[in-house]
């Protein structure tokens, strides 16, 4: 039991000691600006959210729009 905790204990310090050296010096965590909030809330989990965010900074590049009657076209 003793070993266990010890071996826990050991890990957890080595993984903060890794975390603290690899963490970047200046932390900017202000506020972000409203039209950037506003961006990204619009970019948000939502039901089709891909209208407002495919080709924006905020958006996945990967995602592609294809409307339904090219899809019908091709089968």
């Given at each position: 039991m003793l070993k266990t905790i010890?071996?826990?204990l050991s890990a957890a310090a080595i993984a903060a000691m890794v975390t603290l050296?690899?963490?970047p010096s200046p932390v900017d965590a202000g506020p972000m600006a409203k039209p950037v909030?506003?961006?990204m809330r619009s970019c948000a989990n939502q039901?089709?959210?891909y209208l407002?965010?495919?080709g924006t900074q905020f958006g996945s590049p990967k995602v592609r729009l294809v409307s339904s009657e090219r899809i019908t076209a091709a089968q």
């Amino acid at each position: 039991m003793l070993k266990t905790i010890t071996a826990v204990l050991s890990a957890a310090a080595i993984a903060a000691m890794v975390t603290l050296i690899s963490a970047p010096s200046p932390v900017d965590a202000g506020p972000m600006a409203k039209p950037v909030e506003t961006a990204m809330r619009s970019c948000a989990n939502q039901p089709w959210p891909y209208l407002h965010c495919v080709g924006t900074q905020f958006g996945s590049p990967k995602v592609r729009l294809v409307s339904s009657e090219r899809i019908t076209a091709a089968q």
